[in-house]
Nanobody
Framework: QVHLVESGGGLVQAGGSLRLSCTAA????????IGWFRQAPGKERELVAA????????SYAVSAKGRFTISRDIDNNTVYLQMNSLKIEDTGIYFC????????????????WGQGTQVTVAS
């Protein structure tokens, strides 16, 4: 089973930037669609951004469009989430998740999850 590992979270001032990384040692990682989900305090987990296998297509939540960019480095088995112009409401635990199939499969509910990385945006 693919083991997903997130990193890059931390404390940042509003307006700042962070880059999250999701890596896996499994050689099948590039064949999986990947999503970044956010679990904010008191809110349901939401899909922030997703990228199809091999990086051909991406999708974003309305709240992330224009500020976040998801990308994948096939050679290094890594998916990134570049987050710019961060807002206080971006605070939460960010999870990397994977699923076989396309973006629709990630939106429907991925079966593989990482342990999450905390992002805190301060005023």
């Amino acid at each position: 089973q693919v083991h997903l590992v997130e990193s890059g979270g931390g404390l940042v001032q509003a307006g700042g930037s962070l880059r999250l990384s999701c890596t896996a040692a499994d050689h099948t990682f590039s064949t999986l669609a990947i999503g970044w989900f956010r679990q904010a305090p008191g809110k349901e987990r939401e899909l922030v951004a997703a990228v199809s296998r091999f990086g051909a297509a991406t999708s974003y939540a309305v709240s992330a469009k224009g500020r976040f960019t998801i990308s994948r480095d096939i050679d290094n088995n890594t998916v990134y989430l570049q987050m710019n112009s961060l807002k206080i409401e971006d605070t939460g635990i960010y999870f990397c998740a994977a699923e076989r199939g396309g973006l629709a499969a990630v939106r429907a509910g991925p079966s593989l999850w990482g342990q999450g990385t905390q992002v805190t945006v301060a005023s």
